[in-house]
């Protein structure tokens, strides 16, 4: 099995500072990962596909990096609607797997 | 207007019974490969099941295999979780997701999740 470890595990930081959240895989993922966002009461969003790809609708200030084991979701000046959960998940192999997640707190 | 509704969660004693649907609409329901995946309470997301658009492929993880079991009617748009054997550590909100896959070296992620339907086991 794939552990993806997330780190930090939270981060405080004000509205348009810049947030920057990791993601290890224990062996390579190649781009195969995906970034959600989660806040509280509601369904996951998908916000970063294949690694850096943003889905549809995602603004511009969220960006994805990285390939192989480690990866970088960077949010370029935070928002208010940005201070969430955030979790990186791979699709390399089975079983699928999560990573702990981060929140981003105000 | 593109959706995924869960729906048949509830309370159930440890050892029951339980069987989630999820229904689609707005897309192509057989085109996609879906996902059940949990979320106890204050926990992370965890990964559950997936099947293929056809059915013909599924996966468990090792948590729920030989309990759980996946199933999907692509002619009624939907997706059924039955759940046997419950323990308390199945106590979490179930969410169903779409899933485009791996098409042409680009993983697509879980683009569409339903609202969850709670399953507590006590």
């Known amino acids: 099995e794939i552990v993806l470890t997330q780190s930090p595990a939270t981060l405080s930081l004000s509205p348009g500072e810049r947030a920057t959240l990791s993601c290890r895989a224990s062996?390579?993922?190649?781009?195969?990962l995906a970034w959600y966002q989660q806040k509280p009461g509601q369904a996951p969003r998908l916000l970063i596909y294949?690694?850096?790809y943003r889905a549809t609708g995602i603004p511009a200030r969220f960006s994805g990096s990285g390939s192989g084991t480690d990866f970088t979701l960077t949010i370029y000046s935070l928002e208010p609607e940005d201070f969430a959960v955030y979790y990186c998940?791979?699709?390399?192999?089975?079983?699928?797997?999560f990573g702990g997640g981060s929140k981003v707190e105000i | 207007e593109v959706q995924l509704v869960e729906s048949g969660g509830g309370l159930v004693q440890p050892g029951g019974s339980l069987r989630l649907s999820c229904a689609a609409s707005?897309?192509?329901?057989?085109?996609?490969?879906m996902n059940w995946v949990r979320q106890a309470p204050g926990k992370g997301l965890e990964w559950v099941s997936y099947?293929?658009?056809?059915?013909?492929?599924?996966y468990y993880a090792d948590s729920v295999k030989g309990r759980f079991t996946i199933s999907r009617d692509n002619a009624k748009n939907s997706l059924d979780l039955q759940m046997n054997s419950l323990r308390d550590e199945d106590t979490a909100v179930y969410y169903c997701?779409?899933?485009?896959?791996?098409?042409?070296?680009?993983?697509?992620?879980?683009?569409?999740w339903g609202q969850g339907t709670t399953v507590t086991v006590s």
């Open positions: 997701a779409r899933d485009k896959g791996v098409v042409s070296n680009y993983y697509y992620g879980m683009d569409v």
């Open positions: 707005g897309f192509t329901f057989s085109s996609y490969t």
């Open positions: 099947i293929s658009s056809s059915g013909s492929t599924i």
């Open positions: 062996q390579s993922v190649s781009s195969y």
């Open positions: 294949d690694a850096s």
């Open positions: 998940q791979q699709r390399s192999n089975w079983p699928l797997t």
